[in-house]
């Protein structure tokens, strides 16, 4: 068990600052922006001539993760690797000022961005369209967004910013308000929110707000986490199956949602948390692995009433949030099941996803191999489903190996 934490942590350890490293080498863009678009495929950057992959187009949404992974990772290698850290602050500092800048033209972030920095949208046939203002909506580019700048400002200026954390509280409570769209890739209207439907996606994603709260000191702003996980619970989890449906009721299930609302969960869950609820969210990871782990990763979505994969198609970002979710549930029960999934999880992303040279994973597999499907963006992941996910582990790895550093319990 030993030399599988071990050799884990450093494996960990290596691919994150390899990958940072690689990415903090690229000119940025636009003066500070993260470069990531890189075609995982190929091997080549996209250009122009890629349109709407090419690096005229800024994605609001993958920037704010980036920030947070950088802060986050920052904070970390202050004691792991300082000249690493430097970099990560530099990058960090200068993409912080320019998040802000987006959202002080009306208090949103977009989820893409043109040239000129006017909020756009690809249409559901690749045609280019101006976004509506915001007004009072909000949606997954202000969720990233928020989350990135406040944990940015507490790293940068010694405590969190109260604008950026009052704008992370909008957006939870538009979700709980019914002003908060999901899909970005129409006009934001009152109207497709009412026709949208009551996806685990929102309270999932938000639900990882909670533990960024506590590492920065604001445990008074974790309340909704509760209702949350108890919203998702009684609506979406199906308990002859243990999967979380997507609606309730519905019969499909994305998978990867499911583990990574046990990650997020339980990155927030204390000791004293319920243990029925740690039992349901073991059944929730243990049901959603064995249903949606095909060759070469976690199939995207499986029918609940079969319990077969619907779309076979493999992303890569699920198999790194299993590896957290495990790691931080084997951390608290201590199950050779749970072990057995995060060690399954972790071969499967090396062995079938990760490049090594230069250090990316391939965005998508099907049984057939890797194939040219960039989900939402063509940026690569900067740092966020990858990067925090085994950052998180490699964090539980210590603590179980009672390694006295304080990287293990270092907060952001």
């Given at each position: ?45 996209y250009g122009n001539a890629?349109?709407?992959r090419g690096p005229d ?321 063509p940026d690569l992941d ?31």
């Amino acid at each position: 068990m030993m030399n599988f934490l071990d050799a884990a942590r450093s494996q960990y350890l290596a691919v994150n600052s390899g990958t940072f490293y690689w990415m903090l080498s690229r000119a940025p863009l636009q003066g500070g922006f993260l470069n990531t678009k890189h075609n995982s495929l190929t091997l080549q950057d996209y250009g122009n001539a890629d349109g709407m992959r090419g690096p005229d187009y800024t994605y609001g949404w993958i920037q704010g993760r980036g920030l947070e992974a950088l802060a986050t990772h920052a904070n970390f290698f202050d004691l792991e690797l300082p000249p690493l850290a430097t970099k990560l602050d530099a990058t960090g500092k200068a993409l912080y000022p320019l998040l802000e800048k987006l959202i002080a033209k009306d208090g949103h972030a977009y989820f893409c961005y043109d040239p000129d920095h006017n909020p756009v949208y690809p249409d559901q046939n690749y045609k280019l369209a101006r976004q509506n203002p915001a007004n009072n909506i909000y949606t997954y580019s202000d969720a990233f967004v928020s989350k990135g700048l406040m944990v940015a400002s507490n790293r940068y200026h010694g405590a969190p910013d109260k604008n950026h954390v009052a704008y992370l509280d909008n957006v939870i409570q538009a979700i709980e308000n019914g002003r908060f769209q999901i899909d970005e890739r129409q006009p934001l209207s009152k109207m497709a929110i009412e026709k949208q439907p009551d996806d685990i996606g929102p309270r999932m994603i938000l639900l990882g707000a909670a533990a960024l709260f506590n590492r920065v000191g604001l445990h008074n702003h974790t309340a909704y986490a509760g209702r949350f996980i108890s919203h998702i619970i009684d609506r979406h989890f199906d308990v002859k199956t243990g999967l979380l449906r997507n609606v309730p009721e519905g019969d499909e299930c994305n998978v990867g949602h499911g583990i990574e609302f046990v990650g997020f969960a339980l990155d927030y869950l204390g000791e004293d948390a319920d243990p029925s609820l740690i039992k349901n969210l073991e059944k929730i990871l243990l049901a959603s692995f064995k249903t949606g782990f095909i060759n070469p990763g976690i199939a995207l979505s499986v029918s609940v009433a079969t319990t077969q994969a619907t779309n076979k198609t493999c992303p890569w970002w699920s198999l790194p949030e299993t590896i957290r979710a495990a790691a931080l549930l084997y951390e608290r029960n201590r199950s050779n099941e749970v072990l057995d999934v995060w060690k399954t999880a972790d071969q499967a992303f090396f062995k079938n996803y990760w490049l090594g040279t230069p250090p990316l994973a391939r965005q998508t597999m099907t049984q057939d191999g890797q194939i040219d499907f960039v989900p939402a963006t063509p940026d690569l992941d900067p740092g966020y489903h990858t990067g925090l996910s085994l950052l998180a582990a490699l964090q539980v790895a210590d603590r179980l190996s009672n390694k006295s550093s304080l990287s293990a319990t270092h907060k952001v």
